[in-house]
């Protein structure tokens, strides 16, 4: 029990592959990082500064962006660290600010799809009442929801891990989570399991809710070409952000739960980093390339941006 006083950080798992790989690895980390960091602030941008984008739509989607630039923030410096050094330690509070960013950009995500998929459910079942419910009001609340939830629930969840007495400091993840450490215990963690079950309980409820609101719309949508075509534009990526994320999240939970004792280093590794990579990416090009109005200014401000450039360098 009194371990845990020898402990000041925490050591995290290393790539253990040769010099040569491990550089590899850091250009192709730096760029897919340099690539979310593009991607996303593109389509903030846009939203942000295209008028005609401030709907509710476009706002939860800046709010999606935003969120991945938030959640990378928290892996991909450390991690490009990491692959230079000799060492692969962390402090415990940094470890503790780490996995509450990932991870709680992690159950912001799906609190967005969940305020977006509402958002849709409203326009295209209840449209003449859109503008009555969608208020500008109404935006800000689901917003705050979004943030606060997974906020208000990753630090309960620290506040019970920082209560435990540690008999280990290795993490065998290449980054922080609250389950590693939690395995680290000496004493028992029932309270943890039994709040990390509410937790389940509670987002795996969000998740049927988005799931159920999709079945109405694709029923309703079924009644009307009108509606159909709607869904098409405006669902389709929204459905594609919602699989790619309950993707990267069975891979987590598969590395959390059996990754240490069922598969290679290579494969735990890809499991652990899916959900930092995939999404993060994906998303701001499903609703770039599908979304007519985000995509057709994006392009715009794209192409204004470089003529502007090009005309600088001209001079």
């Known amino acids: 029990m009194d371990n845990i006083s020898h402990f000041t950080v925490f050591t995290l798992s290393q790539l253990e592959e040769s010099m040569s790989v491990k550089q590899t690895c850091l250009a192709l980390s730096l760029a897919v990082y340099l690539?979310?960091?593009i991607l996303n602030l593109i389509l903030i941008l846009t939203i942000l500064l295209e008028?005609?984008?401030h709907e509710p739509m476009y706002i939860f989607l800046c709010n999606l962006c935003i969120n991945a630039l938030f959640g990378t923030t928290g892996f991909y410096p450390k991690f490009l660290y990491d692959l230079?050094?000799?060492?692969?330690?962390?402090?415990?509070?940094?470890c503790y600010l780490q996995l509450f960013v990932i991870y709680g950009s992690t159950l912001c995500e799906l609190?967005?799809?969940?305020?977006?998929?509402?958002?849709?459910?409203?326009?295209?079942?209840?449209?003449?009442?859109?503008?009555?419910?969608m208020t500008n009001k109404t935006v800000v609340k689901l917003l705050l929801f979004s943030w606060l939830l997974p906020a208000a629930s990753l630090t309960i969840a620290l506040v019970l891990?920082?209560?435990?007495?540690?008999?280990?400091?290795?993490?065998?993840?290449?980054?922080?989570?609250?389950?590693?450490?939690?395995k680290l215990s000496c004493e028992p963690a029932g309270i943890n399991n039994i709040y990390t079950f509410i937790g389940i309980i509670l987002y795996v409820s969000i998740l049927i809710l988005i799931i159920c609101s999709y079945g109405k719309l694709?029923?309703?949508?079924?009644?009307?070409?009108?509606?159909k075509n709607k869904f098409m534009h405006t669902c389709v990526p929204h459905l594609l952000s919602l699989t790619n994320f309950a993707t990267a999240v069975v891979f987590d939970i598969m590395y959390t739960r059996?990754?240490?004792?069922?598969?290679?280093r290579s494969v735990r590794n890809f499991l652990a980093l899916e959900f930092l990579i995939i999404p993060p990416v994906f998303n701001p090009l499903i609703y770039g390339l599908k979304l007519t109005a985000v995509r057709e200014r994006a392009f715009r401000a794209v192409k204004v941006k470089g003529t502007d450039l090009f005309n600088v360098k001209m001079r």
Do not use: Q
């Open 84 to 94: 230079i050094s000799d060492t692969h330690v962390i402090s415990f509070g940094g």
């Open 218 to 227: 694709i029923t309703a949508c079924m009644k009307s070409t009108e509606n």
């Open 111 to 133: 609190t967005t799809l969940s305020v977006m998929s509402y958002d849709r459910y409203v326009a295209i079942c209840r449209p003449l009442d859109y503008c009555s419910v």
């Open 35 to 37: 690539l979310i960091i």
């Open 51 to 53: 008028k005609c984008l």
């Open 258 to 264: 059996y990754g240490s004792r069922d598969f290679s």
């Open 161 to 182: 891990t920082n209560r435990l007495s540690l008999c280990g400091s290795h993490i065998d993840k290449l980054y922080c989570d609250n389950w590693s450490i939690v």
